[in-house]
């Protein structure tokens, strides 16, 4: 089974203009299966290989004389000294499109690209399958509540892998072997422990010294897991939007899983009838909903700005979009009944806000879209 990627047309278009590009993202996301089918007259070579990373250790000379262009190097944060070689061979080349890199360390290939290789690189980033992908090949359920506990990884649709088989073995054999090898851990089950807390906050503000209390770890310790995790493309934070607005506007960042199918999995949900009734499915589907918007963003090169709003009294916004000065407002509802009610937050910021509101729309668990006075009721199923 092939699933045309979105993020396909920007690379082909990029290539063009850049000498090289770099390809990020989770492992098992389909980046090297994307840049093997995308770029089949380019040479492969992965530095996961030990003989090959040693190679590019040890004699880069020879290594680039080999590989002297049009070469995917997959992997490429493992040999963080290559970035400098890069840096000569591409300035004095000038040709564009001569080196695609890929790898599923975040903080290590930014920094070696940030380091050496700025404005000679045009990064992507490759999510699992975003709800587009799905569709334009039918493997979208239209129930909110199964694709939630599916996840989005292409091998629980390329091999027909059931999900829970998939994530335990996805967290043993990558997260925790990533993690390990950037963190000094001496006890897994902390870490663990801390991997479960952090999937029962889901779609909440981020409470450091909580979270470290509960785990039995320090604040410094929690700040460090949480960083390693957004580098490993496991979480993410949204930020407040407090622009304009006064002190008593929440200052905290909520917290979200790139992959719903991973969230349920670390809580353990391995059937529908345990999310239907349970109090977590509004954060589980509204967890989904932003990861979505995130995953949409980056396939298709966006450089939208992405933030909630909530100030002390709890008014809340759950996702505001910014476009350059114009804004976007989403309200996310796990719920099929549509209700006057469910506007009334998006009413609120617009007369706060003093900042021009493109749209407001109301997202929610039902598969109708609606036109209603000044808000778009959106479908998850269109999203």
Same mark, same amino acid.
């Given at each position: 089974?092939?699933?045309?990627?979105?993020?396909?047309?920007?690379?082909?278009?990029?290539?063009?203009?850049? =000498?090289?590009?770099?390809?990020?993202?989770?492992?098992?996301?389909?980046?090297?299966?994307?840049?093997?089918?995308?770029? =089949?007259?380019?040479?492969?070579?992965?530095?996961?290989?030990?003989?090959?990373?040693?190679?590019?250790?040890?004699?880069?000379?020879?290594?680039?004389?080999?590989?002297?262009?049009?070469?995917?190097?997959?992997?490429?944060?493992?040999?963080?000294?290559?970035?400098?070689?890069?840096?000569?061979?591409?300035?004095?080349?000038?040709?564009?499109?001569?080196?695609?890199?890929?790898?599923?360390?975040?903080?290590?290939?930014?920094?070696?690209?940030?380091?050496?290789?700025?404005?000679?690189?045009?990064?992507?980033?490759?999510?699992?399958?975003?709800?587009?992908?799905?569709?334009?090949?039918?493997?979208?359920?239209?129930?909110?509540?199964?694709?939630?506990?599916?996840?989005?990884?292409?091998?629980?649709?390329?091999?027909?892998?059931?999900?829970?088989?998939?994530?335990?073995?996805?967290?043993?054999?990558?997260?925790?072997?990533?993690?390990?090898?950037?963190?000094?851990?001496?006890?897994?089950?902390?870490?663990?422990?801390?991997?479960?807390?952090?999937?029962?906050?889901?779609?909440?503000?981020?409470?450091?010294?909580?979270?470290?209390?509960?785990?039995?770890?320090?604040?410094?310790?929690?700040?460090?897991?949480?960083?390693?995790?957004?580098?490993?493309?496991?979480?993410?934070?949204?930020?407040?939007?407090?622009?304009?607005?006064?002190?008593?506007?929440?200052?905290?960042?909520?917290?979200?899983?790139?992959?719903?199918?991973?969230?349920?999995?670390?809580?353990?949900?391995?059937?529908?009838?345990?999310?239907?009734?349970?109090?977590?499915?509004?954060?589980?589907?509204?967890?989904?909903?932003?990861?979505?918007?995130?995953?949409?963003?980056?396939?298709?090169?966006?450089?939208?700005?992405?933030?909630?709003?909530?100030?002390?009294?709890?008014?809340?916004?759950?996702?505001?979009?910014?476009?350059?000065?114009?804004?976007?407002?989403?309200?996310?509802?796990?719920?099929?009944?549509?209700?006057?009610?469910?506007?009334?937050?998006?009413?609120?910021?617009?007369?706060?806000?003093?900042?021009?509101?493109?749209?407001?729309?109301?997202?929610?668990?039902?598969?109708?879209?609606?036109?209603?006075?000044?808000?778009?009721?959106?479908?998850?199923?269109?999203?």
């Amino acid at each position: 089974m092939s699933v045309k990627r979105e993020i396909v047309n920007e690379m082909i278009f990029l290539k063009d203009k850049y =000498p090289i590009l770099a390809l990020t993202g989770p492992r098992q996301s389909g980046k090297t299966t994307l840049l093997k089918e995308l770029f =089949p007259n380019y040479t492969y070579v992965s530095l996961e290989n030990p003989d090959i990373r040693a190679f590019a250790q040890n004699d880069p000379n020879a290594f680039f004389k080999q590989y002297d262009k049009y070469c995917i190097i997959d992997e490429a944060q493992r040999v963080p000294e290559i970035f400098s070689y890069l840096q000569t061979i591409v300035d004095d080349s000038k040709i564009m499109g001569q080196y695609i890199l890929s790898g599923s360390q975040n903080f290590h290939l930014i920094k070696g690209i940030t380091q050496s290789l700025a404005g000679r690189v045009a990064l992507f980033k490759l999510f699992p399958f975003d709800f587009n992908e799905l569709k334009s090949e039918n493997l979208l359920s239209n129930d909110y509540i199964k694709a939630m506990i599916k996840g989005f990884y292409p091998a629980i649709f390329d091999r027909n892998i059931p999900p829970h088989t998939f994530y335990s073995n996805y967290l043993q054999t990558y997260v925790e072997r990533d993690i390990t090898e950037v963190l000094n851990i001496r006890d897994l089950r902390t870490f663990r422990t801390f991997l479960s807390l952090c999937a029962s906050r889901a779609g909440q503000l981020l409470n450091l010294n909580a979270l470290a209390n509960e785990c039995g770890i320090t604040q410094p310790t929690a700040k460090a897991w949480i960083s390693v995790l957004e580098s490993s493309y496991i979480v993410f934070l949204l930020q407040p939007y407090h622009k304009n607005f006064d002190k008593r506007v929440i200052k905290s960042p909520k917290l979200y899983f790139y992959d719903t199918g991973l969230l349920c999995s670390l809580l353990k949900i391995k059937e529908e009838n345990q999310i239907k009734f349970q109090s977590h499915k509004g954060h589980l589907f509204e967890n989904m909903i932003v990861a979505e918007t995130v995953k949409q963003k980056y396939h298709t090169n966006a450089l939208n700005d992405l933030w909630f709003f909530r100030d002390a009294a709890g008014h809340e916004v759950d996702l505001i979009v910014q476009k350059d000065d114009v804004l976007e407002l989403n309200e996310i509802k796990a719920t099929q009944t549509i209700s006057q009610d469910l506007f009334k937050e998006l009413s609120y910021f617009e007369n706060l806000s003093k900042e021009k509101i493109e749209v407001k729309k109301l997202i929610y668990a039902g598969n109708d879209n609606q036109k209603r006075t000044g808000v778009d009721v959106l479908s998850w199923y269109n999203l």
